[in-house]
């Protein structure tokens, strides 16, 4: 099993940049795809970008050449960097890890909230 804990997330103004962290509880280097999702009110849960144990990204469209995901997979960490952020990237920000191999987000983080507003 595998424990996520996030962290980074608060109040921004649009235009300003954030860092999420999810800090995993064993060693997650060469078994676990890392991902972020995020959930707006009302809405469902939607993929914002992934990384393979190689180091392989992909983003939503919303979001590219805004984010980047990145993991120090010595740290057991995954990070998001935000930046240019906008009022409808307000959401709670999950982190997720699913096995190689497996289409299956088995592990969550409790999310963390991120909201952008002037």
């Known amino acids: 099993q595998v424990q996520l804990v996030e962290s980074g997330g608060g109040l921004v103004q649009p235009g300003g940049s954030l860092r999420l962290s999810c800090a995993a509880s064993?060693?997650?280097?060469?078994?676990?795809?890392m991902g972020w999702y995020r959930q707006a009110p009302g809405k469902a849960r939607e993929l914002v970008a992934t990384i393979t144990t190689g180091g392989s990204t992909n983003y939503a469209a919303s979001v590219k050449g805004r984010f980047t995901i990145s993991r120090d997979n010595a740290k057991n960490t995954v990070y998001l960097q935000m930046s240019s952020l906008k009022p409808e990237d307000t959401a709670v920000y999950y982190c997720?890890?699913?096995?190689?191999?497996?289409?299956?987000?088995?592990?969550w983080g409790q999310g963390t909230q991120v909201t952008v507003s002037s």
């Open positions: 997720g890890a699913r096995r190689l191999f497996t289409e299956v987000w088995a592990y």
């Open positions: 064993r060693s997650i280097s060469s078994t676990y795809v």
